[in-house]
C-alpha cells in the first residue's frame, strides 16, 4: 500500500498529508516529516535529518532506537561521560566548554572492541542473532544498559555473553540534543 500511494503521488503530482504513529511508515512514505510533542513541531526535516541529525531527545527517542550519554564538555569536542571520553562530530561547536550536555548514538553506529582505555567500558550481557544485525545488550560500571547493533560478519562469535568489552564510537554519528 505504501508503495502504490508513493507512486500515485509521484504520478499525479500531488500533495499528500499522511498522518501516521508508525516511525518506520513515516520514515520511508515522507519527503519532509513533522515530528509534533504536545501539538507543536519539534523537528521538521527530510527522514534522513530526523533519523540521523535529531535536534531533541525527544525526536531522537521518538524515531528508532537510540543510546543517550550525559556528560560535560571537554576541550576540542570531547564530552566526559562514564569514565570514557566521547569525540564529537562537528556541533560540539555550538556549545560551551563545561557544559552538561546529552549526546544521541544509534545502535547501529557503535561497535564492540577489546577493552581499552578511554572508550566506554562494560559487560555485555546479551546478543540477539536478528539476521541483518546482531542486537548487543552492553551494561556499563554506570549500570546504564547500551543497546548496538552490530553487523554479524564482523562482531558475531567474537565476544561471548560476560565478556568485558569496550564501545566505540565514529564522531560524525554523535548528535548533541537538547533535553
Known amino acids: 500500500m505504501q508503495d502504490e500511494l508513493k507512486s500515485i503521488q509521484r504520478h499525479t503530482g500531488i500533495t499528500f498529508i499522511f498522518v501516521t504513529h508508525d516511525q518506520e511508515e513515516a520514515l520511508s512514505m515522507g519527503d519532509r516529516i513533522a515530528v509534533f510533542s ?6 521538521i526535516g527530510t527522514a534522513q535529518d530526523i533519523y540521523d541529525a535529531p535536534k531533541t531527545r525527544f525526536v531522537a527517542d521518538f524515531i528508532g532506537d537510540i543510546n543517550f550519554f550525559e556528560g560535560t564538555l571537554a576541550q576540542d569536542g570531547v564530552v566526559e561521560s562514564n569514565n570514557a571520553r566521547l569525540k564529537l562530530s562537528e556541533d560540539a561547536a555550538s556549545v560551551g566548554v563545561g557544559s552538561a550536555v546529552t549526546v544521541a548514538v544509534r545502535p547501529e ?15 555485555l550481557t546479551s546478543k540477539v542473532y536478528m539476521g541483518t544485525d546482531i542486537r548487543c545488550h552492553v551494561r556499563l560500571a554506570s549500570g546504564e544498559h547500551v543497546l548496538l547493533r552490530v553487523p554479524p560478519a564482523l ?14 564510537v565514529d564522531p560524525k554519528h554523535t548528535r548533541i540534543v537538547e533535553g
Open 155 to 168: 562482531q558475531y562469535g567474537r565476544f561471548a555473553e560476560g565478556s568485558q568489552v569496550s564501545i566505540a
Open 38 to 43: 504536545q501539538g507543536k513541531p519539534s523537528q
Open 109 to 123: 553506529n557503535m561497535r564492540l572492541e577489546e577493552p581499552r582505555e578511554g572508550l566506554l567500558q562494560g559487560t
